[in-house]
């Protein structure tokens, strides 16, 4: 493993470690199903991390991350967004993208081909999120949660055209930038978590009638 590649690890593992420091120390309200992810995020990249070093297969670690990651982004926008519509919509998707990996899985060892569909599927949940809250007027939680719907959606934008050429840009070393970019991602992301308002706070809110 060279430097750079080291680096875009630990990046990684560094600034998806925030968020989660955020929400059990600051006590920031965000959904559990997304501090999960960010958990499983971290704990796959550090796995992933070890056994290149090792020089171990880590396919299982991808695979089930890949399966995590659509779960809980389906969880996750299907109790953000409020229209009937929009909740059958996530179901539909998830349902899909969940149905690529099992087919996938049974023909080959990795996650890859699947990985354009999870992408689309995340980017399609953005999508919905800003267009139910278009109008809609604006409040700590909601100001906060579109921060980081429009960081997901950049980042899953470019995820779904690298995910394309995944395997070339894995040989050539430069799905490396792909790292940094979803480091960065994370970065931003813990930058929203800071504007989220207390568990306290929040329940307060909720009982005033205001929600995110």
Not at 27 to 44: C, Q
Request: hydrophobic share 55%; net charge neutral; proline share 2%.
């Amino acid at each position: 493993m060279d430097t750079f590649h080291q680096s875009s690890l630990i990046f990684q593992i560094v600034t998806g470690t925030l968020p989660i420091l955020f929400v059990i120390f600051l006590k920031r309200n965000l959904r559990i199903e997304f501090v999960i992810l960010f958990s499983a995020s971290v704990i796959t990249t550090l796995i992933l991390y070890i056994t290149a070093m090792l020089g171990i297969k880590n396919l299982v670690f991808w695979n089930l991350y890949a399966s995590i990651e659509v779960i809980c982004m389906a969880i996750f926008y299907y109790h953000l967004l409020d229209s009937q519509k929009a909740k059958i919509t996530v179901i539909v998707i998830a349902s899909i993208c969940v149905s690529s990996i099992i087919w996938e899985l049974s023909y080959f060892e990795l996650v890859n081909k699947t990985l354009p569909i999870i992408m689309l599927g995340n980017l399609l949940y953005t999508i919905l999120f800003f267009i139910e809250n278009l109008g809609k007027k604006a409040n700590p939680n909601l100001n906060a949660y579109l921060l980081i719907n429009s960081v997901l959606c950049i980042y899953n934008s470019f995820t779904f055209f690298m995910s394309f050429e995944v395997d070339i840009l894995l040989l050539n070393n430069f799905w490396n930038y792909h790292n940094f970019i979803e480091g960065t991602s994370k970065l931003v992301i813990a930058y929203a978590i800071l504007k989220l308002p207390k568990r306290s706070d929040d329940l307060r809110m909720e009982s005033l009638g205001v929600n995110p």
